[in-house]
């Protein structure tokens, strides 16, 4: 059974009374999110979608936890920006101007690839919620169980517990009313009138009335546990960070049973994603890092659902910039083939092919390899790529034939330049000398075949190269096609390997292929 099943015939099981499944994702606009980020809406996107599958209702929320505040300026962002250092994401103009706040960019740069992907959730933006008042009451409550909340806490930590630090511990982030950073400190609690009073080091202080207060948040594990209670969260994931035995899952599970009455929701941990194909290591202070925008320019949605579905959350697997990206195309593409054929037996595979497609599962691209491999050949003109595909007997419309040729451009002259394959201007001699005299009237053959026929038939012409090469043992007729095919790509693209022989004779001119294959006349 698909590791999303599992998960939720676990949740009905555990719920089986509940009218809706509320399953929870969440994440801080730091920065732009990262693929490695997105495994945590990911994850949760296939339960809801099982747990939909299985008949249930259910809502699918993500938290932007933009009250959090500012820690570190990522390396893509100017360093003045230290200076916001302590206020909330929020709070903060945004760094390229284009949008209202610094969250607010890099939301909408999220949500436009969660969009394109087709994934729909409720967004739930934490600064909007924290500001409407609508936790005050839950602030007050986590206030006055302070103490309580300080002795959960330092049971998972090492340092010893000391009654002033206990007696001083207020588990919120109170942001300045003058200077808007998280600088105060607290004096004092008044529990007749819910007022906290409070002094900045900016040399602000205040009385403020908690009620009617907007400008408190919880702290995170203390934050957490309070959002599970307010929105009857069945399940959420966490980063394999969050998952240890004095983590935040296991601090904020038993906050939300001793502070707020509330089960921790179902938890799966996930592992972290690898960039396979780039030099450095991807994190987010170092500004080196692969958004699902950028996969996006690459992949096509199906191909990247389906290596998020492949995978269970506790697998960690690299995603490919380099020549498993044709690897990654391919193989989505045989499953998918066999899936409309009702030949793919494995059910996990089977499943992961419909968790990656959001309507209809139907093939209606070219291969990646065949669009990547002829591209540059025709100088990535796509209406001569098309050609080629129809001369061939494959039929794709402009607009797919153009989809999957805008991302094997892209992939090509980002990440794999050697691609960027060229037919030869001369004759490769010196390779033609050191064939045997066998391989040499091999290619003699085709030569005399090629000036006296027009192959557009693939399968003619298919037929007539493997009798070129023919051999009454199967074996040594293998080995001799596996090297006839090699000595062509050599002297058309000094490369051992190509598109399908057909195709590469539809593309290079007839005189110019004749030229590069045929010593007979020089
Ligand atoms: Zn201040």
């Given at each position: 059974m698909h590791w999303a099943y599992k998960i939720a015939n676990e949740l009905i099981e555990k719920y089986?009374?509940?009218e809706t499944y509320v399953c929870a994702s969440g994440i801080s606009p730091s920065g732009s999110v990262h693929i490695g980020n997105f495994r945590e809406i990911i994850t949760t996107y296939f339960v809801v979608k099982a747990l939909n599958n299985l008949g249930k209702k259910t809502r699918f929320i993500f938290s932007?936890?933009?009250?959090d505040r500012f820690r570190k300026v990522p390396?893509?962002?100017?360093?003045?920006?230290?200076?916001?250092?302590?206020?909330?994401y929020s709070n903060i103009p945004d760094p390229f101007g284009c949008h209202s706040t610094f969250a607010e960019h890099f939301e909408k740069e999220f949500e436009k690839s969660l969009s394109e992907l087709g994934i729909e959730v409720e967004f739930i933006y934490q600064s909007k919620e924290y500001k409407s008042g609508r936790y005050n009451e839950d602030i007050i409550h986590a206030i006055e169980k302070r103490k309580e909340i300080y002795d959960i806490l330092m049971k998972f930590k090492t340092s010893v517990p000391n009654e002033q630090e206990r007696n001083d511990f207020y588990p919120i982030t109170l942001y300045c009313e003058?200077?808007?950073?998280?600088?105060p400190s607290i004096t004092q609690y008044n529990h007749e009138s819910k007022t906290l009073d409070y002094s900045c080091r900016c040399g602000f202080s205040n009385q403020l009335s908690i009620e009617v207060a907007n400008n408190i948040k919880l702290n995170w594990k203390i934050d957490w546990a309070m959002r599970w209670m307010k929105e009857d969260v069945v399940f959420e994931p966490g980063g394999r960070d969050h998952?240890?035995?004095?983590?935040s899952y296991t601090v904020s599970k038993e906050i939300a049973k001793a502070i707020f009455d509330f089960d921790a929701p179902h938890y799966t941990p996930y592992e972290f994603i690898g960039i396979k194909g780039q030099n450095q290591k991807m994190s987010s202070s170092s500004g080196n890092l692969i958004t699902p925008a950028e996969l996006m320019e690459i992949y096509l949605p199906e191909v990247i659902l389906f290596m998020f579905a492949k995978y269970k959350p506790t697998a960690a697997f690299n995603i490919g910039l380099d020549e498993d990206v044709i690897k990654n195309y391919s193989e989505f593409e045989r499953y998918q083939s066999h899936y409309i054929d009702q030949t793919l037996l494995d059910l996990d595979i089977c499943q992961s092919v419909e968790f990656a497609h959001i309507g209809k599962i139907d093939?209606?691209?070219?291969k990646f390899n065949h669009v990547a491999s002829i591209l540059p050949l025709v100088n990535y003109n796509v209406a001569l790529l098309k050609d080629i595909f129809i001369n061939n007997g494959e039929t794709f419309s402009f607009i797919e034939i153009e989809k999957i040729s805008q991302l094997a451009e892209y992939w090509i002259k980002?990440?794999?330049?050697?691609?960027?394959i060229m037919i030869n201007q001369k004759q490769a001699i010196e390779f033609y000398h050191s064939l045997t005299e066998e391989q040499q009237f091999w290619l003699k053959n085709l030569c005399d075949y090629l000036l006296n026929n027009e192959p557009q038939d693939q399968t003619e012409l298919m037929k007539q190269l493997y009798s070129i090469c023919n051999h009454d043992d199967k074996k040594i007729m293998k080995a001799n096609q596996k090297t006839f095919f090699t000595m062509i790509y050599r002297l058309?693209?000094?490369?051992?390997s190509g598109p399908p022989i057909p195709l590469l004779f539809q593309v290079v001119n007839k005189n110019q292929l004749i030229h590069l294959l045929n010593f007979n006349e020089s």
């Open positions: 089986p009374n509940k932007w936890d933009d009250f390396a893509t962002i100017h360093p003045t920006y230290h200076h916001f250092i302590g206020k909330a003058n200077c808007e950073k998280d600088d998952s240890s035995e004095t983590g093939k209606k691209y070219p980002k990440y794999n330049p050697q691609k960027n058309v693209l000094n490369r051992t």
